[in-house]
């Protein structure tokens, strides 16, 4: 049990576009999305967290309308890379936890951007 | 200050031998808990181990054990009998707050030890 998965799993994209990752809980419901970004040999930095039904909480320092992320049912939480530049380019990963498993996180198998 | 620090970049272990990942940590709450993470190069984060602060006893999960030395600020992780399948990124990480309520606080992770175990 506890499986989230991402969409895709990576991407190329255009300098200018938008992408869009999903996040799924498939197995339990989310009351909490959390999104990272790994730059290459670092480790992960929280973009935002987000419960279900609510505006989601950006960290420091992370531009909300740049990254949109919406929390809109207990199993999917989408983040959105609008106006992507190659500076965007990174590994992005989703995890999800539940009320009733408030200790433990689970991840996302990551998704991997490359804007050219 | 850092919350979370890993002062190991890289580790060598050969296979069947045991190998100790060092993780120190900051904060000022009474109540919190520890993570472990193994990344594989594949990307996914793998949850290995957790201690509570409150918890008494070192945590163990198979192979892995957590050397907690709380009056340090420590908690190491100790993979015994290391296998080749055990090279990856290790993650140190803390979660802040209370564990009883059921809201969930944040992860703050570490830099990151890169584990080799050679044959």
């Known amino acids: 049990g506890a499986v989230v998965s991402q969409h895709p799993s990576w991407v190329i994209c255009k300098s200018g576009t938008s992408v869009k990752i999903e996040c799924r809980s498939l197995?339990?419901?989310?009351?909490?999305m959390f999104w990272y970004r790994q730059f290459p040999k670092q480790s992960l930095m929280l973009m935002a967290t987000?419960?279900?039904?609510?505006?989601?909480?950006?960290e420091q320092g992370v531009e909300k309308d740049k990254f949109l992320i919406n929390h809109a049912s207990l199993t999917l939480s989408t983040l959105t890379v609008t106006s992507a530049h190659p500076e965007d380019s990174s590994f992005y990963i989703c995890?999800?936890?539940?009320?009733?498993?408030?200790?433990?996180?689970?991840f996302g198998p990551g998704t991997r951007l490359t804007v050219l | 200050a850092q919350k979370i620090t890993q002062t190991q970049p890289g580790m060598f272990v050969q296979e069947k031998e045991a190998v100790t990942l060092d993780c120190t940590y900051d904060?000022?709450?009474?109540?919190?808990?520890l993570f472990w993470y193994k990344q594989p190069s594949s990307g996914e984060m793998i949850f290995l181990i957790y201690?509570?602060?409150?918890?008494?006893q070192n945590a163990t999960e198979g192979r892995y054990s957590l050397n907690f030395q709380k009056a340090r600020k420590s908690a190491n992780l100790v993979i015994s009998a290391s296998q080749l399948g055990d090279s990856a990124m290790y993650f140190c990480?803390?979660?802040?707050?209370?564990?009883?309520?059921?809201?969930?606080?944040?992860?703050?992770f570490g830099t990151g030890t890169r584990l080799l175990v050679s044959p």
């Open positions: 990480a803390m979660r802040e707050g209370l564990q009883g309520n059921t809201g969930f606080q944040k992860l703050v």
């Open positions: 987000s419960n279900e039904g609510s505006k989601a909480t950006y």
């Open positions: 904060t000022s709450d009474q109540s919190y808990g």
């Open positions: 995890s999800a936890t539940s009320s009733g498993r408030a200790r433990e996180q689970f």
């Open positions: 197995d339990f419901q989310a009351t909490t």
């Open positions: 201690q509570g602060s409150y918890d008494e």
